[in-house]
């Protein structure tokens, strides 16, 4: 199981979601989709799995959490420090 961020360097907000995992001691493993020759197949699949935003797309354990704003409000909810808890300081 691991903390996956997909990202795009082309997509800033990919950072703040960054920062704030780094801020609650979970070090996600960062793909950067745009470096991938498959990475516009990547973005698609992502939008077929209900990701809002093609990226940043967040996966926890193995699970599709979302982009930006679904992390930012489990994190207002208080609904993600438990998810991340296995993760935190956990390096990949």
Same mark, same amino acid.
């Given at each position: 199981?691991?903390?996956s961020v997909l990202e795009s360097e082309l997509h800033s907000? $990919?950072?703040g979601v960054q920062i704030l995992f780094q801020?609650?001691?979970a070090h996600p493993c960062i793909y950067e989709i745009d470096q991938?020759?498959?990475g516009k197949e990547i973005?698609?699949?992502l939008m077929r799995m209900?990701?809002?935003g093609p990226v940043? $797309?967040?996966f926890v354990g193995g699970k599709l959490i979302g982009s930006t704003n679904e992390v930012m409000s489990l994190h207002l909810s208080g609904s993600l420090i438990p998810l991340l808890k296995p993760y935190q300081a956990n390096l990949c």
């Open positions: 199981m691991s903390l907000l $990919a950072e801020d609650l001691g991938d020759p498959e973005e698609k699949a209900g990701c809002n940043p $797309a967040v």
